[in-house]
């Protein structure tokens, strides 16, 4: 199974960027779907970004469309979430997942269709 560490959370102020970083280890991603999810106080967990495993299709929730970009590297193993014109309303901790059972060309969104987890970087997002 694939361990996933994200990194590059942290605190910025409406209208910055944040650049996650997800690495993982154990296995290689390069046949893996890969995901990024949030999940605010209080609320569900909610799909953010996902990306197919050659990074040929991407797919985005409504409200990152236009300010979030997922990518991947496959040679270093490790996914990317850029995020930009960040709001309050973005904040949240941030999930990377990795789905081992979907093929190739299709980037699925609910959650229970990753198999593997992060424990998750802070994004705070301050008015």
């Known amino acids: 199974q694939v361990q996933l560490v994200e990194s590059g959370g942290g605190l910025v102020q409406a209208g910055g960027s944040l650049r996650l970083s997800c690495a993982a280890s154990?296995?290689?991603?390069?046949?893996?779907?890969m995901g990024w999810f949030r999940q605010a106080p209080g609320k569900e967990r909610e799909f953010v970004a996902g990306?197919?495993?050659?990074?040929?299709?991407?797919n985005y929730a409504d409200s990152a469309k236009g300010r979030f970009t997922i990518s991947r590297d496959n040679a270093k193993n490790t996914v990317y979430l850029q995020m930009n014109s960040l709001k309050p309303e973005d904040t949240a901790v941030y999930y990377c997942?990795?789905?081992w059972g979907t093929g190739p060309f299709l980037v699925p969104i609910r959650v229970n269709d990753f198999d593997s987890w992060g424990q998750g970087t802070q994004v705070t997002v301050s008015s």
């Open positions: 154990g296995r290689s991603i390069s046949n893996y779907v």
């Open positions: 990306i197919s495993w050659r990074g040929g299709r991407t």
């Open positions: 997942a990795a789905d």
